[in-house]
């Protein structure tokens, strides 16, 4: 990681470098990043979060609260590096260090940082120090931060949603739920409902829509686009559940994408009846995940506007008008 500059500021030294994100999605992809060091004459190395650092606010997080957000991890390697330097140059006291992000407030308001009550900036982060593209690990590790921290704050209800679409319309759904119960759990449907069931979750709510659904469906512990094909002879199978004549079932079995085997069901009782039976395979799909002792819901929205179809302890919520 190349340094991009550095200067002396009295007695301090400042060194930053600009962030590469790679082809991993995040905020903070040409970020610039700095330690601002001051050498003491005590032995032993401080190290806290300054401008543009987010702080810690709330438990369920690998950082206490009050501290700055510099993960375990990283931490460890910057006071790892640090005395490195001071052996090699053959100082015997220590240092103290401050890590700040230029506009980390500003970055910080793209991320879920305060949803996860880390206020000021952006939080240091990561396990090895290198970026790996579009990293499931980082993304795993949000979802598992996100319901720490709804834990902590003593929530049973846990809200996943594949993306900020579905996330807005299951929020406007759940109105009860607080904002922190809501966590974007994207592609990772099976980790995530492992993950609320080992945290201690008892309720699970599941919003998303079509294409997604399909995926759940067929069983998939992930379910992006370019890791396993959709799998339309399964949804032929569910449309013939459904009532769809055989013509209809055929078409299904023969479509391009989830959105177009649904578009190929009339619409109406059937597209419907079709949609239904897709969410309770979902349905049956999550259970095996999520385990006996979670109880499980999936909201799957229309393409336009409304929702298509419910499962598990949604059905029961339309049922009765909720």
Not at 72 to 80: G, S, V
């Amino acid at each position: 990681m190349p340094v991009a500059g550095a200067a002396l500021e009295g007695d301090a030294a400042r060194a930053w470098v600009v962030k590469d994100g790679g082809d991993d999605p995040d905020a903070t992809h040409g970020a610039t990043i700095a330690c601002v060091a001051t050498l003491r004459p005590e032995p032993g190395i401080e190290l806290d979060g300054g401008n543009g650092v987010g702080r810690v606010t709330l438990p369920g997080l690998p950082v206490p609260p009050g501290q700055a957000a510099i993960n375990p991890a990283p931490r460890a390697q910057i006071l790892l590096a640090a005395q490195e330097s001071l052996d090699q140059a053959g100082y015997s006291g220590g240092a103290s260090l401050l890590i700040e992000v230029e506009d980390g407030e500003a970055i910080a308001r793209h991320t879920l940082n305060p949803r996860l009550g880390i206020v000021g900036g952006i939080s240091i982060l990561g396990t090895g120090g290198v970026v790996k593209p579009f990293s499931h690990a980082a993304w795993r590790a949000t979802i598992d931060s996100g319901l720490s921290v709804a834990r902590a704050a003593g929530l049973r209800v846990a809200a996943f949603s594949t993306g900020r679409r579905s996330e807005r319309l299951l929020m406007a759904r759940r109105p009860e739920l607080p904002e922190r119960a809501f966590v974007q759990a994207a592609d990772f449907f099976a980790h995530a409902l492992r993950q609320a069931a080992a945290t201690g979750f008892t309720a699970v709510a599941w919003g998303c829509y079509f294409g997604k659904l399909a995926k759940m469906a067929q069983g998939l512990e992930y379910t992006h686009a370019h890791a396993e094909p959709t799998d339309f002879a399964l949804l032929s199978r569910l449309a013939g559940e459904a009532g769809c004549p055989a013509e209809v079932c055929a078409a299904v079995g023969g479509a391009n994408t989830a959105r177009h085997a649904l578009e190929l069901v009339p619409d109406g009782p059937l597209r419907q009846a079709f949609a239904a039976r897709t969410a309770q395979a979902a349905l049956e799909a999550a259970r095996g995940f999520g385990g006996p002792g979670l109880e499980i819901s999936i909201c799957c929205f229309g393409f336009e506007s409304g929702v298509l179809a419910v499962a598990g302890a949604e059905k029961q919520r339309a049922r009765e008008g909720r």
